[in-house]
């Protein structure tokens, strides 16, 4: 997200890391590093990790994580590509044979093979701040900050079809045939966005707007068909938090008391973080999708630290939770591997800020 990503930059740059010497799960910088080990990754072969680097750094990269030997390529777009992804890496999306990665500041969508991770095309995006990408029907969509979301044919990989959300689109998602764009405005400090754009998506023209929480950015869908939005808030008086949308009236339902920066939806459970950059408290609870309930206010129960939540995804084999750790954007990341059960299997190192993570097969 780029306003919360700017507020890491700033506020990382001035805060005191205690060093630590920490075990297992616990352990940043691994000395000596563990022997790669294999882990169950069901029929997935591996995972590719999207490092969004620091902005204006063009540090982006991709990692790879190896089920079968254990064993990490931190940068494998540049040792395969011979040369780096791009500035700030915002989303990682996998469709079909191929990845489709945002490369924000870059103005790119980096089109790559997903077998050996060799890029295709450079889909360039000039001035338009390309930031979530979904994918439907041979079709990628990808919103924007400059208030746009593009429509990019699969096949010929060209942009065929430009439509308008608002300001500073962020999260973006697919239900009942429809297409859903949350408005962030995140640019407009302090006057964030509060609205999520309904596309038709057989003409991609608009429908409606509909109203939710200050600061909206990230929208998933359930298997019910609602969609889940999270909205920011304005890192003060109004916290983060997680609302419901209906898709058959299109309008905003329920509201969670619980605070959200980032979620991922599995089945029925949906796995909630929020990290404070005031305090540097995290949390971490589970919704049932089905009842509408939180079943669980801490999910890690094996007393596992993340320092700075940055990135989740869920095995849609087994169910296992993995969860980036940007440790205050000051360091390459580690990501986390929990079983269902919220206790730490194993961890491993990646690049600057991992945020999206998809499993390949």
């Not at 691994?30 to 029929?43: F, N, Y």
């Not at 998933?220 to 609602?226: A, I, L, T, V």
């Not at 939770?321 to 269902?340: E, P, Q, T």
Request: charged share 15%; with cysteine; hydrophobic share 35%.
């Amino acid at each position: 997200m780029y306003n919360l990503f700017s507020v890491k930059v700033l506020r990382g740059a001035f805060l005191l890391v205690l060093a630590g010497l920490l075990v297992s799960c616990h352990e940043p910088e691994p000395t000596p590093k563990p022997t790669p080990t294999p882990v169950d990754g069901g029929s997935y072969r591996g995972m590719y990790i999207l490092n969004q680097g620091l902005m204006n750094s063009n540090n982006s990269t991709i990692s790879y994580f190896d089920f079968a030997t254990g064993e990490v390529t931190m940068d494998m777009f540049k040792d395969v590509n011979r040369r780096g992804l791009g500035d700030t890496g915002n989303d990682l999306l996998l469709y079909g044979s191929k990845m489709y990665a945002v490369v924000n500041v870059s103005n790119l969508v980096e089109v790559i093979n997903v077998a050996d991770c060799k890029s295709i095309k450079s889909i360039s995006t000039p001035g338009r701040q390309p930031r979530h990408a979904i994918s439907h029907a041979g079709k990628i969509y990808v919103s924007c900050f400059d208030g746009s979301v593009l429509k990019i044919d699969t096949t010929t990989l060209e942009i065929e079809a430009t439509a308008t959300a608002g300001a500073n689109p962020e999260g973006i998602c697919i239900a009942n045939n429809k297409l859903y764009v949350a408005n962030s405005g995140g640019l407009n400090y302090p006057n964030y966005g509060h609205s999520v754009s309904v596309f038709d998506l057989g003409t991609f023209t608009k429908l409606t707007d509909i109203e939710v929480g200050l600061n909206p950015c990230g929208l998933q869908s359930d298997y019910q068909g609602d969609v889940y939005v999270n909205s920011i808030g304005n890192y003060r008086d109004v916290p983060p938090r997680l609302q419901r949308i209906d898709t058959k009236t299109d309008s905003m339902v329920q509201t969670f008391d619980v605070p959200v920066t980032n979620f991922c939806i599995h089945d029925q459970k949906a796995y909630l973080y929020s990290f404070d950059y005031s305090t540097q408290k995290s949390t971490f609870h589970v919704l049932n999708v089905g009842t509408e309930q939180i079943i669980s206010n801490n999910f890690i129960v094996d007393g596992t630290f993340i320092e700075t939540p940055y990135g989740i995804a869920v095995n849609p084999e087994n169910g296992d939770v993995f969860i980036g750790d940007a440790f205050m954007s000051l360091y390459d990341g580690n990501v986390y591997c929990f079983n269902n059960a919220g206790r730490c299997q194993y961890t491993f190192e990646v690049g600057r800020n991992p945020g999206t993570m998809v499993f390949v097969k």
